[in-house]
């Protein structure tokens, strides 16, 4: 693989490494566990060993959302790195932003009566 994917997975793990110290939660080695069943492959890519694209695809896809990350929140160099390789973060809207449905329920009935005095 091409060291620009190195070097930015690199980056992503020793951001991801940070924010796992700093707000607690899974090792890199938890991770690679969970994502591709083999737990060295954060230790090997530091020893300079060579992972597929297949990997590379699976790991940015789980590295690449919010809520996978120690804080809920990938940190700027994580960013960088991933938009560095093609792969952005995903964004996501919060589960709790929605349109107040009274008000809606409310312009409806508004709007119906507007209309009926016309």
Known sequence: MDAAYDSALRRIADS???????WGGRSLSRVST???NNGTFFD?????????VANLERIAA????????PGGMIPDP????LI????PPLTHTPAN???????????????????RQQ
């Open 97 to 115: 932003w929605r349109l107040p449905l009274p008000s809606v329920a409310y312009h409806r009935h508004h709007t119906s009566q507007a209309m």
């Open 34 to 36: 969970i994502v591709l």
């Open 78 to 81: 994580a960013v960088l790195a």
């Open 62 to 69: 789980w590295l690449r959302d919010p809520a996978n990350w």
């Open 84 to 87: 560095s390789i093609g792969r």
């Open 16 to 22: 991801y490494e940070a924010e796992a110290a700093r």
């Open 44 to 52: 090997r890519l530091r020893h300079g060993r060579t992972f597929t």
